[in-house]
């Protein structure tokens, strides 16, 4: 099997932190073209760094890292730090990078890559909103139909928000971007929140990762451990859901997950629930099915692939 080659697409994030990790260190399965950055969790500039602190953690530090838009298409940013801390990568002590950041956009690369490469053979894996995703294909309509798969983490219906009652962040902070891209026709696969709130990590989990006793298993047990405080107090939930590392382990081990192929669109109009995934889950229109949605996870399955992985590094 020759490794799938995709492009991240994130905001980290500790969680984001977490999926890069995995992808980095799967190489035999993921090819990671190159990570791009986007203003979400905290502005760009720190979700540049912090990208780059993941990959020198991971001692990948040839994986070339882009920065993108630092803004969503239409409206100011909303950011999340009451949930990731001040630097977005809370929790743990990580040098600053040293390793350089592309001196070409994110955009560019984007369309750069999925015009160079052959059609159907690279995959978008957004943790973040999806200003980049849209901006690139607003600039290069033709480039969605080369496209493999957007696989990306956002959204909800049965657990409809968490940053305001009825959305999920990604999806609110660019309500248009993410119309853009479910429009798009890319084939799309979404980890919205009612899957990855099923990603815990509960103690038993995070001891599992400190017990690696490797940097990259502290790291990860020092991320999840900050991360969870905001989780408990909110949700009473028994640790921190893992959101971006599912779209990751979809890619590994998608027999771990179950989902339904159905119509998403996205309410850009309303202030009252701007930015909700408003999902066909019943099959009650007629609206084409555009994307396949996840609601479960063999969890136990998904921690002990992160685990296996996390240990490689
Ligand atoms: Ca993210």
Redesign the pocket.
Known sequence: MTARKIIID????Q??AVAILLALASPEEIEVLGITAVA??VPLALTVKNARIVCELAGKTDVPVFAGCDAPLTRPLVTAEHVHGKTGLDGPVLPDPEMPLQEQHAVDFIIETLRAEPAGTVMLCP??PLTNIATAFDRAPEIAGRVQEIVL?GGAYFEVGNITPAAEF?IYVDPEAADIVFKSGAPITVMPLDVTHKALVTKARNDGFRALGTPVGRAVAEMTDFFERFDKEKYGSDGAPL??PCVIGWLLRPELFSGRRINVEIETGSELTLGMTVADWWGVTDRKANALFIGDVDADGFFDLLTERLARL
């Open positions: 994130t905001d980290p994030g969680d984001d979400g969790n943790l973040g983490m990604n959101h971006d």
